[in-house]
T-cell receptor, first 116, second 115 residues
């Protein structure tokens, strides 16, 4: 089945530094990738949608300059948290949609970001 | 705008018993899909079951089944013969079967399974 590999699974960084999270589709081409943020015991909050070959679409209230999203190829999408601050600490998940027929979605395993 | 409501933040069930998680949604569309996702402590999202709105028959996957009431816009999940491994957050989600492929999520129900 379709697999999305997300790395790193955990990262701790110092305040003011940048962190890059990668999501790779291993056995299919992901023209679209959804990026979510999730706080403990809460639902998934969509941050942005990346599309291969075009600019990402950000949800209202999400800072484009802080959360840089790039969809460099049909198998790779990245989220870079720039100038990270403690309030950026969260769980980040990527997800690629399945085929039009199945409407299944494949999720990465998530990245726990801690900014100290 | 489409919305998904899960009115039970927490539930618990005795091992081997049956539990039903509630989900209601609001949409003006007629062609859509509904999902139940499980998120265990590992936080990996796992698809439990999917229902196409145009299908009248309720979806089933082994011990998991849904009660899809389209007119009432209700989509509950029944877990039979509950197992300890069923303990997780369960999210109900909706997607319009059009070009906008964003999932609309409920707030989730935390399910505990008592041995």
């Amino acid at each position: 089945g379709a697999v999305v590999s997300q790395h790193p699974s955990r990262v701790i960084c110092k305040s003011g530094t940048s962190v890059k999270i990668e999501c790779r589709s291993l056995d299919f081409q992901a023209t679209t990738m959804f990026w979510y943020r999730q706080f403990p015991k809460q639902s998934l909050m969509l941050m942005a949608t990346s599309n291969e070959g075009s600019k990402a679409t950000y949800e209202q209230g999400v800072e484009k300059d802080k959360f840089l999203i790039n969809h460099a190829s049909l198998t790779l999408s990245t989220l870079t948290v720039t100038s990270a601050h403690p309030e950026d600490s969260s769980f980040y998940i990527c997800s690629a949609p399945g085929t039009a027929k199945t409407y299944g979605y494949t999720f990465g395993s998530g990245t726990r970001l801690t900014v100290v | 705008a489409q919305t998904v409501t899960q009115s039970q933040p927490e539930m618990s069930v005795q091992e081997a018993e049956t539990v039903t998680l509630s989900c209601t949604y609001d949409t003006s569309e007629s062609d859509y899909y509904l999902f139940w996702y499980k998120q265990p402590p590992s936080r990996q999202m796992i698809l439990v079951i999917r229902q196409e709105a145009y299908k009248q028959q309720n979806a089933t996957e082994n011990r998991f089944s849904v009660n899809f009431q389209k007119a009432a816009k209700s989509f509950s999940l029944k877990i039979s013969d509950s197992q300890l491994g069923d303990a997780a957050m369960y999210f109900c989600a909706y997607i319009y079967a059009g070009n906008n492929r964003k999932l609309i999520w409920g707030l989730g129900t935390s399910l505990g399974v008592n041995p």
